[in-house]
Every structure is written in C-alpha cells, then in structure tokens.
C-alpha cells in the first residue's frame, strides 16, 4: 500500500497544489488566526532612505492574531515575523520633514523579530534579538494607512495591555473580521444552484484550523476562507465526488466532519456545534448521496476473520472508526509495533522471539520500568482530582507523528517546535536506538504510524538534505539507520509489512486491539491490563465548551495537542481472534483493498455498544430507515440476548403459528396460524385480547399497518388481507397471487407480496388501497401492479426489504437460491446465487445491507456479499434452521428441534442454545420496547424470552 492507496494523506505531499506561495499557515503559532495581507514596501531599520526610495523591498504585510509578518517578492529575502509581544510601539511613521519616503508608512519599533525562509530553504527560524529597540517601516501601496493599522493596533494593544483579557479581545475581533466578510453569489459555479445552508466553520489540516464560511448548494460543498491564503477565493468540492462523509471529534468535542472526495483532497471540517455539523453532515449526505463511515463492524470483522481482509486494512478500519484521521495530528492513525529484532542480519518471522508482546501495552513490555511506574501510581492519591494514571505520556501524538515524518515533513516539526528540530541526540535517527528508547526509556511508550507498513520510505530517507544537527558525538543526523536485515528503506518496510501479516501477528493482534481500540482501553479492565494513561486524553474527560475561561480553555486545548488523544472505544468484550489458517491469507505484499478503496456503507453512525456490560456487544439493527412505517421496522436493542430467560409459554393457536410481529408501542403481539385464524396477545397482561378468522385456508403472515388497529394478512388463499380490529371484520381483499402468499411487505408507497407461485409483485398501494376500499370483496387489480419479478423457479418462502439502500431478496424453496433485486427504477436483478444445496428457510440483509444473512434446509448457516455474491463465511448447524432475525453479528435462529440458538457470526460458534417449544420454531418476533423476543411454532405455542 502507498499512501494514495490507503487514504488521501493531507499529510506532507497531497496538500492542495495549487499555493505556491511561501508564506504558509504553518509559519504561525498554533492556533493563530491570518486576517489580511497588503501590498506593502518595506524600508529596513537603519538604511539610507534616498537610496532605497527607488529600490524598495517590495511584499505583502499580514496581520496575524499573534503577530505582523513581512513576506517579500523575492523569494531569497526572509520572511520576517513581528510577534505583537515583542513589539515596542506600533502606528503611523512620524516622518521627517524633508523625507524622501512619501505616503504614510507604518512603524514597528521592536527589540526582537523573527527570520523564515532565508534563500528560500526549509530550515530552522532565526530569532533575531537587538541590542535596542530598531524600527521597520512598511508603506501601503494601494490601502489607506488606517485600514493597515486598524485591526493589527487593536490586536497589539490586546497583548500588550490586556493579557489577561487577550484571548476574548482577539475572538471579539476575529468574529468582528468574520461578520464582515460576505459570501458573493457570483462565485457560484451555476447560478440555478439552490443554496441549502451557510455556516462558519475551520478546515482542518494537520496543525492549522483555518475558519471560513460553509456554503452547501443541492451540488456543491464551497468553502470561502476568511483570508488570502489561497489564491481563490473559495475552494470548491463537487457533492457528486464524495463518496463517504464521516463524524469527528476534534479537540475533545463532536464538531468534526470528514469528507472523502474521489480523485481529490480529504476535507476535515470542524464546525462551532454539534448540532452544526450534524445539519451540514445531513445535507451532505442527502444530497451527495454519500455512505456514512460507519460501516457495520461485523462485517468487516468476519472478513478479516475469514483472511478476506489484511491485517493492515483492519487495522486501519479500525483506526477510522475510532475517529482516527490524517488531517488531525492528536489523532494520527496508530500502529503496533510488531518486531522486537532490530540487531539481527536475518530477520526470523517463524521465531516467536523476533516479536514484540501483543497482548501489552509498549509500556508494560519492561517490567522493571513498570514496577516504578506502578508504584508511583500506587501513591497518587485517590481523591486528587485528577485521576490516577500510569503513564504521563502517550502511544500516540503530534510530537511522535512528526518525530517519525520530520524528513518528509520538516515545516510541520518547525510548527510544532516553534521553528526549531529537536535536539539531534533526540532525533528519529536509528531504528535500533528508538525501539531501545521505547523499551528502556524513562517516559517513551509510543507506537508507530501506518507508514512503517506502506511502500513508501521517503520518511526515512533525508531526501531534502535537511539541516537536522548533529549528535554529541558528532554525528551528522542523516538517513533512519536500519537494522541489518534490511537493505534499503523499501526493503525495511516490506519485511515490516510482511511481519504485520504473518501468522504470529495474526494470531495475537486481537490483543492490541483490545489495549487500543477494545475493553482494556478503560475502567478496571485497562488497570489490570497496565494500561492508563493521562485522563486528558481520554474521550468525554473535559468538556470544553462549558469552559467559558478563554485562558483556561486554550490550555486544555494546548495539553490536548501535547499528549494526544486515546482513539474512541470500540468494543466493550473481548475482540475475536483470527481464524485459525486464515493468517496472512489476504496477503502480505499487497493487502485487500476492495473495501477500503471504494464508499462503505453502513449503518448510520455505527454503534458498537459500550454499555459496560459482560454481556455482547450492545448493537442496534436498522434495516429500515428511521422515517419508515414502524410497521416495516425490524429494530431492536440486542442487549444480553445470550442471557434470554424464558419468561412465559402459551398454547395460543390449534394448529401450527406460521407468523408473528409486534405493535410500534412495543405492545401487543399479532399471531397467525394454520387454524385460519389472526390473534391479538397483550405482552403486557400476557392475554389472548382477540381472535378472528380469516378465510378459510391457512395464514401465512401478517403485518401491523401503522396505525396498529389495521392488519395486513397473507394466505395461503392467494390472497391478501386487510383486517380491521376496530370494526372487527376484512376491509378489504387483494386477490394477488396464483398460489399461497407467503409474504408482504410495505416499502414506502408500495406493496410487495411474494408467493408460491415463484413471483414477486410490487403493488402502487395507494392505488390498490383507493380501488379496493370500494367493496369488501375480492379483487384482482391489476393494473396496480408496479412490476412482476421473476427469477425463481419454485415456490418463495421468505422475503427480506431494506429500506435505506432499496433491495428485496427473496428465498426459493427447492433449489437453494437467493435473488436480490433493486427497488430502484428499473427493479435490476443485483444477484441470483444457488447459495444453499436445499430450499432455503429465512433470509435477512445486515443492517448495512451489505451482506444477507440465510439458513436452509441443508442445516447451514450463510453470510453473502451482497454487492460481489462472494461467500463470506458458512456455519454447519447441529439442527436445521428455519427462521431467523440479525443485527448482522448475532443470529436469532429457531430449529426444526424447538430450539432458540443465539449465533455469533463473529466468533463462529453458539452462544446459547434456549429450550421450550416441543416442535419446529417458525417465526421469531421482537419487542423493542420491552426487550423481548417472541417465538411461535409448529407446537401451536408462543414463547416469550426476556432479553433485559
């Protein structure tokens, strides 16, 4: 993997292309803010005016938050850099009378300044220091004197003055300069372009948030700095380019938005409130028709499980769903360290001893440094108010990230240093020395980046011949030393990836993930496991907007940017382990990238629970969209489903149930049965409420509508039902299939039935409702009928909708075949596999829709692909399954036995086997509201198991 394979880096090289400039937001402090730049002439202290008069040092004055720079035409000049508190007097030059400087000229009368970029290098600032106070005197060519020194003599006076109101002043000043810049609708690419939203908001690139005015229209993202950085005025991103859009914290908060653009540049946007960036991240999402970055865990999980994914892709999966992101150095992607043998001429992937501990963390791997550690933790007090920690320092922040880079990206380690390297005994400058020093060091438990397992090794090579000092034992800092196993820097990282992808690495990675990402991140867990760090760095320990203290608010922000921060947690349980053989099995020299490379859907904002529980992951399914009919939903919290109890047992119907579903509220329970008859069950008096029968032959399903006093019901009479509870009798018929009905679904505006006579129809419900509320009475409308599906050759038992990404499958009974059409215009047949070897029984898409999850009469259990039909995993079943419901991790399956098992399609195995029906389970029913699942079957009987 390069870096343009794994993600577009707004790191170092792709950075945008188009500002040659040298002046860089990077040449400021931290934070600071760039208002304006004026074409200036510059008459340095000490000159003979009439001599520079007709050659006058021609640039651009900016007035920072911080600072005045000068940046002149010629690029061999220095940049020069004024900060406000080093500034003695700044106003209007009081010219001699016989002056041969005409115009009003600025002065500044400093006693230090700052020099950049002298001859136009890359190197370390020269803080220039003067025996006394000089003046520099700088002429607007083209603005008014006062325009110049208006805002820069407020900001002056704020540090000089005012120190400790400095920072209020400055933000009243930057939302003052903010109010007065203007949106010009000229800048639009098509004037027809429907203007959604408006907001202010920082792009965010590493080490600078630069603020400017979001405007969304129905097809473009503009973003209009409120400065001259760029030599446009607004940057401009297509809607029709970004393929996903992710939800960031940044700093601690949940301001961030991160937008993934085909062929062009990551955007990380951090906007003033949460609820701002959820309105933009909305708007984006709809208009854009962008994935979310949540993708369903369990999907990515089983593939790497199953080898279909490498090490280095899950691991950066991982890293973005823990809001992991290039554009933010506190939270750079992290990496394990996963070879502990830097001295060797052969390195030895088959030797457990070439690698490092996985299952602890880097600062529990020496165990005398640990014991003084631990002690010292030991001591703290415990009611200090700050929480007990081990480590004061952290695997992962912009310090390390940019020890690594800092040949690559030598201007961003003089961001961060303010415009000096470290000392050059401290540098990245052996492999050998840095793993020592992690190991053996005083305070050093840092990881490593994702760039020690790409193909580029730019980073450790000094290719820019940088000035990076030299040691005490006057050794000139040049290129990383490598170990001796390693020919080259590209011969270092492919031995590198190739360790991360062996089987020793697979086999234990699971336990890093669960020190970084998983259960040992926090609590009791991560105490036992030596893994706590400074509470600063953990998600939720401050809150900064209810910090109304300006000061004490920037030093949070500054601890922040100094430790890092812990990625967001994951897992509450223990991670799985790899498959046994599947190892490496996606390969070490060139990792699976289909589902990296392309959108991920997902379940919108994944939510991977951490409840705290010892119970499962606590996983919401949503295969429908939020704005459904709660008729159509299958959601619920699946919450210690392993741990079901049953709670009541009742002969409801006389003669096999065939369907069951439960009311929105959560309520009541609708069953139908081979007796013809429909049931209303009080789940919470546990009391048959009413009975009805219907036709004449068996029922076969049945679907609450919205209100819950109308109820949709198929039979196996060919038709479909409309039953009124309140009036207690059918409404209405739909004569709609040739053989029984065996399922119905409502999608939006439409019907779909499916049938034994291997048909699906796609019913105008509107229409079919206004023809058929006419007469009670049996019709065949069949000019209602959107469109016939076809494909399956026998009779269709089961039927699964999702709503957010338009697909339909259904199962057919003999030949073990799956079709999945899109509901879409056209209603395109996506996939038609012989998945199973007998008839298959239940079928449901995951929660993302990205996968369906089936069972058959061959006793087997199937995970598929829905976009590539490829299968993910099989699971051979003790019984035969006959239906089931997922959240796309766990399986609720009733058998052909009776039995309820609970699956995990993560570990591979059961985690429960729940006993009572005497007979084959053929429905299974879920309350959310009162976490309850409800089964029926072949014995006649409803089983209710409480899940809470």
């Known amino acids: 993997h390069s870096r343009s394979d794994c993600v577009t880096m707004a790191f170092a090289r792709d950075q945008d292309k188009f500002d040659v400039r040298r002046f860089s937001l990077l040449l400021l402090e931290t934070r600071e803010i760039y208002y304006d730049d004026y074409s200036v002439h510059y008459f340095p202290p000490g000159c003979v005016e009439r001599k520079l008069v007709s050659r006058p040092i021609k640039g651009r004055l900016l007035v920072c938050s911080n600072s005045i720079l000068f940046d002149p035409s010629d690029p061999l000049e220095p940049i020069l850099k004024f900060p406000f508190r080093s500034c003695n007097k700044l106003g209007r030059w009081d010219a001699p009378l016989m002056s041969?400087?005409?115009?009003?000229?600025?002065?500044?009368?400093?006693?230090?300044?700052?020099?950049?970029?002298?001859?136009?290098?890359?190197?370390?600032?020269?803080?220039?220091?003067?025996?006394?106070?000089?003046?520099?005197?700088?002429?607007?060519?083209?603005?008014?004197?006062?325009?110049?020194?208006?805002?820069?003599?407020?900001?002056?006076?704020?540090?000089?003055?005012?120190?400790?109101?400095?920072?209020?002043?400055?933000?009243?000043?930057?939302?003052?300069h903010c109010d007065s810049i203007q949106f010009n609708n000229s800048w639009l690419e098509d004037l027809s372009e429907k203007i959604l939203l408006k907001m202010t908001a920082d792009r965010v690139t590493p080490m600078v948030a630069n603020p400017g005015r979001v405007v969304l229209t129905d097809s473009i993202l503009y973003f209009q700095p409120f400065n001259n950085i760029n030599p446009e005025p607004v940057q401009k991103f297509r809607l029709s380019k970004v393929f996903r859009v992710v939800r960031r914290r940044y700093l601690l908060r949940q301001v961030g938005l991160e937008l993934f653009l085909r062929d062009g540049p990551v955007v990380f946007l951090s906007c003033d409130t949460e609820a701002a960036r959820d309105s933009l991240c909305e708007a984006i999402r709809k208009f854009a028709e962008a994935e979310s970055e949540s993708e369903n865990q369990g999907n990515m999980m089983l593939q790497w499980q199953n080898g279909e994914l490498s090490n280095f892709d899950y691991l950066m999966y991982l890293n973005r769903m823990a809001d992991r992101s290039f554009n933010d150095l506190t939270q750079y992607p992290v990496f394990p360290w996963v070879i502990a043998d830097y001295t060797s001429k052969e390195l030895d992937l088959s030797n457990p001893v070439t690698f490092r501990d996985l299952s602890k963390p880097i600062g529990a791997l020496n165990e005398e440094r640990l014991r003084g550690w631990k002690q010292r933790y030991d001591d703290m007090p415990p009611e200090g108010g700050i929480p007990k920690f081990l480590y004061g320092t952290h695997y992962s922040s912009p310090g390390y990230v940019l020890y690594y880079t800092v040949r690559e990206c030598p201007e961003y380690m003089l961001c961060l240093q303010n415009g000096k390297y470290d000392n050059a005994d401290r540098m990245f400058r052996s492999m050998a020395e840095t793993w020592d020093g992690v190991i053996n060091g005083g305070a050093d438990v840092k990881e490593l980046i994702p760039e020690f397992y790409m193909d580029d090794g730019d980073f450790l090579r000094n290719v820019q011949r940088l000035d990076l000092g030299t040691t005490q034992d006057t050794q000139k800092v040049g290129d990383v030393t490598l170990p001796p196993w390693a020919t080259d820097a590209n011969d270092f990282l492919a031995k590198c990836r190739a360790a991360l992808e062996c089987d020793h690495v697979s086999n234990n990675i699971h336990h890093w993930i669960d020190l970084i990402f998983g259960y040992k991140q926090r609590g009791p867990e991560a105490v036992a496991a030596d893994n706590v760090f400074y509470y600063i760095t953990y998600e939720g320990a401050v809150d900064l907007?209810?910090?109304?203290?300006?000061?004490?608010?920037?030093?949070?922000?500054?601890?922040?940017?100094?430790?890092?921060?812990?990625?967001?947690?994951?897992?509450?349980?223990?991670?799985?382990?790899?498959?046994?053989?599947?190892?490496?099995?996606?390969?070490?020299?060139?990792?699976?990238?289909?589902?990296?490379?392309?959108?991920?859907?997902?379940?919108?904002?994944?939510?991977?629970?951490?409840?705290?529980?010892?119970?499962?992951?606590?996983?919401?399914?949503?295969?429908?969209?939020?704005?459904?009919?709660?008729?159509?939903?299958?959601?619920?919290?699946?919450?210690?489903?392993?741990?079901?109890?049953?709670?009541?047992?009742?002969?409801?119907h006389r003669d096999a149930i065939q369907g069951a579903s439960v009311s929105a509220d959560g309520h009541t329970l609708y069953t139908v049965s081979q007796d013809c008859n429909l049931k209303l069950f009080s789940l919470n008096s546990l009391q048959q409420t009413y009975a009805a029968p219907i036709g004449d032959m068996s029922l076969a399903c049945c679907q609450p509508l919205k209100d819950?006093?109308?109820?949709?019901?198929?039979?196996?009479?060919?038709?479909?039902?409309?039953?009124?509870?309140?009036?207690?009798?059918?409404m209405a018929t739909l004569d709609a299939h040739d053989d029984a009905v065996s399922q119905v679904a409502l999608f939006g505006d439409r019907l779909i039935t499916a049938s034994w006579d291997s048909t699906v129809k796609v019913w105008d419900y509107a229409a079919a409702a206004s023809e058929l509320s006419s007469a009670v009475c049996k019709r065949r409308t069949d000019d209602c009928v959107l469109v016939e599906l076809d494909g399956v050759d026998s009779e269709i038992k089961c039927m699964d909708v999702h709503t957010d990404r338009e697909l339909l499958v259904v199962g057919g009974s003999h030949e073990g075949r799956v079709v999945i059409w899109t509901l879409k215009s056209g209603y395109d047949v996506i996939q038609s596999l012989n998945v199973h070897d007998e008839a298959v029984s239940d079928v449901a898409f995951s929660p993302d829709g990205q996968r369906i999850v089936s069972c058959g009469n061959d006793s087997t259990l199937?995970?598929?692909?829905?976009?590539?039909?490829?299968e993910i995993s099989s699971f051979d079943m003790d019984a035969e399954i006959c239906c089931l419901k997922t959240n796309g991790q766990l399986v609720l399956g009733g058998a052909t036995n009776g039995d309820l098992i609970v699956f995990d399609l993560v570990q591979g195995c059961a985690l429960a086997c729940h006993k009572k029906h005497t007979d084959a389970i053929r429905t299974i029913a879920i309350s959310t509201v009162g976490n309850q699942v409800i089964t029926g079957g072949d014995d006649n009987a409803i089983c209710i198991w409480d899940a809470s």
């Open 100 to 176: 041969p400087i005409t115009g009003d000229t600025i002065s500044i009368v400093a006693t230090e300044f700052v020099q950049m970029k002298e001859g136009n290098m890359v190197k370390p600032y020269h803080f220039v220091k003067l025996e006394k106070p000089e003046e520099f005197r700088f002429c607007p060519q083209y603005n008014p004197i006062s325009a110049v020194l208006g805002k820069a003599l407020r900001l002056w006076k704020a540090h000089r003055d005012h120190p400790r109101d400095r920072l209020s002043i400055i933000d009243a000043i930057t939302a003052e």
């Open 545 to 652: 907007d209810a910090i109304a203290d300006p000061a004490e608010r920037e030093s949070l922000q500054a601890q922040i940017m100094e430790f890092g921060q812990t990625p967001k947690q994951l897992f509450s349980i223990p991670h799985p382990s790899r498959r046994s053989g599947m190892a490496g099995a996606a390969g070490s020299g060139s990792a699976s990238t289909s589902t990296l490379d392309g959108p991920m859907t997902s379940v919108d904002d994944a939510v991977l629970g951490l409840d705290g529980s010892d119970g499962p992951l606590h996983v919401v399914e949503t295969s429908a969209s939020a704005d459904a009919d709660p008729a159509t939903l299958i959601a619920v919290e699946w919450v210690q489903v392993h741990n079901l109890t049953m709670s009541s047992y009742h002969k409801l």
């Open 708 to 730: 819950g006093n109308t109820v949709m019901v198929g039979s196996w009479d060919n038709n479909v039902y409309w039953y009124s509870i309140e009036f207690g009798r059918v």
């Open 862 to 870: 199937k995970v598929t692909s829905v976009d590539h039909g490829n």
